[in-house]
């Protein structure tokens, strides 16, 4: 099922809709005298209750899950992505604390994972496939952090820096 993602969305999503509503007119026009025969053996009998209806309300509602599990799906990436961004924002804030050269080794590998992941990750899961080297990068970017041993001389002149915010004039 993997040639679906060579196609863009509204393509794939016309294909889609097609297809059910193909299956539901073709369920009542081939379907429907068989079953209204099997159900109604006597003439008139709850002809009010007629199977296209129920069948268009159940395509009405089969659609409408669809579309708000779509929407699920839809937020939880959106989620997914905003929480990754925010953690990767969050390092490269972090790794400005360290001393050079170290921050500059952890900054470039946090850039590099990055790169991969929007440039060459991204489009390998278009495809279906997962990708693997972000782990590389991660694994590198470990390494450096890993590897770095603090001064042992405490920094007893550290002042912090004054607040200039909007928040510290209240």
């Not at 809709?17 to 081939?30: E, R």
């Not at 159940?58 to 929407?71: E, F, I, P, R, S």
Request: hydrophobic letters at 45%; glycine letters at 8%; one cysteine or more.
């Amino acid at each position: 099922m993997y040639w679906i993602y060579d196609y863009p969305h509204w393509a794939t999503a016309i294909l889609f809709i097609a297809g059910f509503v193909a299956a539901a007119c073709s369920g009542v026009l081939f379907l429907r005298p068989k079953i209204h025969a099997w159900l109604h053996r006597e003439p008139y009998t709850n002809e009010m209750i007629g199977l296209p209806r129920v069948l268009l309300r159940a395509l009405c509602l089969l659609l409408g899950l669809l579309a708000v599990t779509t929407y699920q799906n839809y937020a939880a990436v959106t989620d997914t992505i905003d929480k990754e961004a925010s953690s990767i924002a969050a390092l490269h804030r972090d790794f400005g604390a360290f001393p050079e050269p170290v921050r500059g080794q952890l900054q470039d590998r946090l850039r590099e994972y990055v790169r991969f992941t929007i440039e060459e990750g991204w489009s390998q899961q278009r495809h279906g496939v997962a990708p693997i080297g972000g782990t590389g990068c991660i694994d590198a970017l470990f390494d450096v952090l890993a590897a770095f041993e603090p001064g042992k001389k405490a920094r007893k002149s550290f002042t912090p820096k004054r607040c200039t915010c909007p928040c510290s004039k209240i």
